[in-house]
Each structure stands twice: as structure tokens, then as C-alpha cells.
């Protein structure tokens, strides 16, 4: 069976081909099948935004859709910037600026706890849809740390490994990351609905 993924981003093409690849299904991105769609990602929810995602790629290809949304959720931000991470400070700014901006807003909060979450919808053809979630817990780092993954990697730490996301190796940060947590969790969800 063949799913488009509904993203441009080589990295979690590759992410997603890995885990679900064990399922005998393959995955093409949005180009692959010459869509240029962009949905416009105006849901309040990670769960909404998949959806719009989802089903915007699936009415147009004919085929099941998978796509995914996430963001950091910080607890003295009363879970922002969330949906809006990828916008947060503005879509032109750039991550080592929007990381000074967090780091400057949460200068004196408590607690500095957080967490990443990632929410996968697949749409199918027939109407039936499938939803899976991830998340992995941590605090904001006083300072960035680390070169390794994207976005607000430098500054997610996770206390049991005493190490930012972006001081992990990629196998590391899958092992335990929100999308990794997701995908799995999908995996499960996708393997039952083949075996109907
Ligand atoms: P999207 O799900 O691709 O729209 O990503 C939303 C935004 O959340 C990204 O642009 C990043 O700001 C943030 N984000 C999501 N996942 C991660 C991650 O694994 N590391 C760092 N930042 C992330």
C-alpha cells in the first residue's frame, strides 16, 4: 500500500519510511506525486492541524495521507508557543534567535518544565481515519547545548540523560522523542488496520 506523506521535509520522510517500511508500505512525499499543496494550518490543536494535513493531501493525490504536527509545549508558557513553535518570534526569524527570545521570556519562571508533543493523523479514501500521539518530557536548558537535530533542540533537556536533544545522536532522540513516541505508536495502529 502506498501513503503520501503530507510534508516537504526530507528528515521526517526518511524517519517515517524507516518505522513503517517494517510494515510493507511505502511512503512518497507530497513532490514525489507532484503536490504542491500547502494547507493553511490554522487549527488550535497539533491533532486539528494533522487533519487539515491530512485530509487536504488525500483529497487531492486519491491516496491515504499521513501527516504530522508538533511543537514545544512549556509549562510557565501555559503550554506555548505549542502550535504556534514553528511561527513563535515569526516564520523569518531564525532559531537561534527564537531560542534567545524563549530563553529572555523565561528569565526568572518556574518550573522550567516542558515537553514536546507530535500528533499523526492518516486519512484514507473510503473516510476512515487514523490518530496517533507522542510526547517526551523535559525542562527549557539555562543555555543552549549542542549542535546536533533542529529547531528548539539546543534548549530541550531531558534530565535522565543529563544532555539537550541536540547533544543526542539521532538514534538517541528517536529512541525517545515525541515524533519516535508517535510514529511507533502509529506503527501499532496501522499494522492492526492492515491485518482488518
Ligand atoms: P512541524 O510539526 O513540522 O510544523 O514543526 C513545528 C515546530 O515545532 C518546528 O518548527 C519546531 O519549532 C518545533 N519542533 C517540533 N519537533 C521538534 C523537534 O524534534 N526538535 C526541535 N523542535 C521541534
Known sequence: M???LASHNKGKLEEMQSILGELGVEVVSQSDVGLE???????MTFAENARIKAQ???EASGLAAIADDSGLCVDALQGGPGVYSAR???EEMSYPEKIRMLLQTMQGQTPRTCHFACHITCCFPNGEVLDAEGKCQ???AFVPMGEGGFGFDPIFFVPDLKKTFAQLSPEEKNAISHRGNALRAFA???KAYLEK
Do not use: D, R, S, W
Open 2 to 4: 502506498k501513503f503520501v
Open 37 to 43: 499543496l500547502e494547507p493553511e494550518e490554522n487549527g
Open 56 to 58: 487536504a493531501v488525500m
Open 88 to 90: 513563535y518570534g515569526g
Open 138 to 140: 523535559g525542562t527549557v
Open 188 to 190: 501499532e495502529q496501522l
